[in-house]
Structure formats: C-alpha cells, structure tokens
DNA sequence: AATTACTTGCACACCAATGTGCAAGTTTCG
DNA sequence: CGAAACTTGCACATTGGTGTGCAAGTAATT
C-alpha cells in the first residue's frame, strides 16, 4: 500500500478527464484506484482494466465513471509520476555543491520518488507517442549527465565511461537497487544507494560513504 | 541486422514444433524469422506476429508454417538464448580464478550474449509462467553472487551492499550498459563494460582497468 | 427523510490479434 | 522436366480486452 495521498489542489479541467467526483467515498475511490494502477502497472504495464479495477476492489464500470478510457488513466498516472520526478529534480538542483555531493543528493532526492521513476520507466515506451518518454525521463538523465561533467572536470569522477553512458548505467543501477526493495531483498531509505551510485561513478568507496553521511546527517 | 546464423545441428524433435524445412530456402527463412523476431521483441515485445512476420519478409501465414503458434516462437528463441546464456556461463566458470578476474570474465562473457540476454529480459516475466524466467535468469545472478562472496570475503570488493542486491545492481548496469550499445551511443566490446561493472563492485578504478586488460590482451 | 451522487451488474457492439483451411502460385531438388 | 516442398492470399472462426447504455441498488449530504 502506497500511502501518500497528500491533499493535491485537483488539477481543475484537465480537459478529456470526468468530472471531479463530489461524494467523498468517490473521492477516495478514484484514489484509490489511481493508487493501485500505479502499482500494479509497474508490476505488469499490461494489467488490464479489469484487473486494476479488482485490485482497487471496484467494479470495472466503476473505472470508467472515474476515467474515461484506459488511456485517462495511463495520462494521470505518467502525469502524476512525472510532477513528482520533476519534483524531485529541482529539489535536488541545490546550489552548487562539490559534483559528488550533488551526485548523492540527486540519488538521495531520485530515491524518495523511487515507486514514480519505476512506474514511469515500466509505462515506457509504449502506451504512448513515440517522444512522450524521453521528454519526462531525460531530465533526470540529463541532470546526471551534468553532474558527471561537472565532477570529472575536476578530476572527481572516474572516466572510464563516457558520461552519458555512465550516466544511463547509473540509472539502471539505481533501478535495479530500488527494485531489490520492492522485492524485499533490501531496506534502504537512500543513503545506501547513493553510495553505490558514487561507488560505480568512481569516487573512492571511503570518501562515498563520508560524502553520504555528511548530506544525511545533516 | 544480427549476424550470426552458425550453423547448428539443427535440434532434432522438439515435440511441438514443425518439422524442421528440407528445401534450403526454407530453411533460410526459418531462420530469418527467429532472427528477426529476436530482434524485434527485444524491441518490443508485445510485436505483433503481423509485424514480426513483414519484417522477415515474410506473410504471417508463412510464419505459422514454421511455427504453431506464437508461444512457439518465443519458446524457440528463448531456448536459444538460455542456451547461450547457460554456455556464457560455463565459459566464465574457469579455473579459480582470483575474485577479481572472475568477476571480469563473468561480465566480458555475458557481454558475448549480450544481445540474447536483454531478449531473455525484455521477454520478462511476461509470456510465460512465473518461475520460468527465474529459472533462466537466476544462474547469472547466481554465478555473480558466488564471485562476490568469494571475493568480499578476501576483501577485494567493496561491502556497501548486500551481495544479492550488489549483484542485480550490477545486472541492472549491465543492461544499462547493453542499451547504450544497442542505441549506437557507444561501442564497446566488452572491456569497458567489465571495467564499470569491477568499480561498481568498489575495485579501485586503476587496478579495475589493469585486471580487464590482463585479461582481454591474454 | 429526500435527493442526488455513485456503484453495480448485466448486456451489447467493436476491435485487434490469433490461429486454421484451402486453392492457387513459385521454387528447388532429384 | 516434374513432383514435392514452400509460399502466398484470402476467408473465416475464435478469443480477450475495450468501451457504452441502462436499470436497479446503496450511501452521503442537504
């Protein structure tokens, strides 16, 4: 159970969604429903309606009072997913900090929208146009590729890569790590995938493990 | 295109599928076929068999000539690709090699079969019954887990991560890696993948670079 | 308590993909 | 060359998921 739900303004007309339902258990329903697709759409991006709307303990008509197609409902989870992640990335474009404190804290700030960045890297490609995808995930990337400029100019990094490889490896590594989570072969609140993420970007093991202490502490 | 087509023995009677074609041409399509299908469901694996088919060059009717039925296709590729897999594998088992260097030659043989392992992941969990795809892909993490513990305990590699989790992070780096080959991003063929994967596993950098080349020059 | 908002349970139309049957072609091998 | 092996192009049945209409239920707000 993802329990966040914290009380959004509802977007007013996003034209081509139903109408806001009035009565409160709707609302909780509609909720409820976008938060049971999310995960189980990570799980298996082809759940079908039917599934996701048993899973939310509903009725499938009951999904199509809510969202008109299967359509609305893939846009409001990606819409959902991708505020989040661009959440995450302002908050981590602090000032200018040493690269691998910045590195860390992007880790540390990717992590906490971790369950989105999965969903939104399951949805993928598919489900929709051809340039939707990149358009919500290349920002991270592209945050971490700066990053790793920025950090091997100062002879932070390791140049064993070029850093726009490094950089997507570092996302599949930071992937992979949060779904050992979501399987239960692992706790971690962040700390510990950041410092593997500086670990892989080159950065001594010791100092890794200084740099994420220092930013969690704090 | 994927060139490759070594001739095989031509596995006898696999119970379920055609009879193996006798006119040449036949055969050659036959194997275009599974090429291209391998190809394209990396892509995507939800291809069509419309599609798969008109990309071989083919009409799907003539593709069900060579196979019963889709899942006959996926079996057929899957088979070969666990077969590569499980041939990478034993090619990486050699003698007791030092953590370091097996953990070197694991990830360059893996390299080898790089493409069949992303089609065995990206046909994923899906397509088939639930332990299935463990039961083919668990041997590399396996084998990877196996390296790392034997080299943590001689303190060669870094101790940030569980072994179970290090070992999918790599996996996921790994196919991270595999992509942006596949994407045409960067080339390489093999070493610079063994070399990121030994840092990620905390190797310093320098002694990373020295194992993999001892190995690759050899 | 009455109204109104939602939910449920069918039934149905629709579509895209799968898998088959059959009657032509076309090619390859003996 | 001629028979057998393949390919092709329909046509057709089947299936599984989607989306909609409507009538009857249940619950929340006034």
Redesign the interface.
């Known amino acids: 159970m993802t329990r966040d739900a914290a009380a959004e303004p509802e977007e007013s007309p996003p034209p081509g969604a139903a109408a806001p339902p009035r009565r409160s258990h709707a609302r909780a329903n509609r909720a409820r429903i976008l938060a049971v697709a999310r995960r189980e759409l990570s799980a298996?991006p082809?759940a079908t309606i039917d599934e996701i709307a048993r899973a939310a303990g509903v009725v499938r008509r009951t999904l199509y009072a809510h969202f008109p197609g299967r359509t609305a409902l893939l846009e409001a989870i990606a819409d959902e997913a991708a505020g989040a992640l661009r959440g995450a990335l302002e908050a981590a474009a602090g000032p200018a900090d040493p690269p691998e404190q910045a590195l860390a804290r992007h880790t540390l700030e990717l992590w906490r929208v971790g369950d989105r960045y999965r969903t939104l890297i399951a949805l993928g490609?598919?489900s929709f146009g051809d340039g939707w995808f990149e358009d919500l995930t290349e920002p991270a990337l592209r945050n971490a590729v700066e990053i790793l400029r920025r950090g091997r100019a100062a002879g932070v990094f390791?140049d064993?890569?070029?850093v726009?490889?490094?950089a997507?490896?570092?996302?599949?590594?930071?992937?992979?790590?949060l779904?050992?989570v979501n399987a239960g072969?692992?706790q971690d609140t962040g700390p510990?995938a950041a410092?593997?993420v500086l670990?892989?970007a080159?950065v001594?093991?010791a100092r890794?493990?200084e740099t994420v202490t220092s930013l969690t502490s704090a």
């Open positions: 298996n082809e490609h598919k390791g064993h890569l070029p726009e490889v490094l997507s490896g570092i996302g599949g590594l930071l992937l992979a790590l779904q050992s072969r692992w510990g410092t593997a670990i892989a080159g001594d093991p890794a493990r």
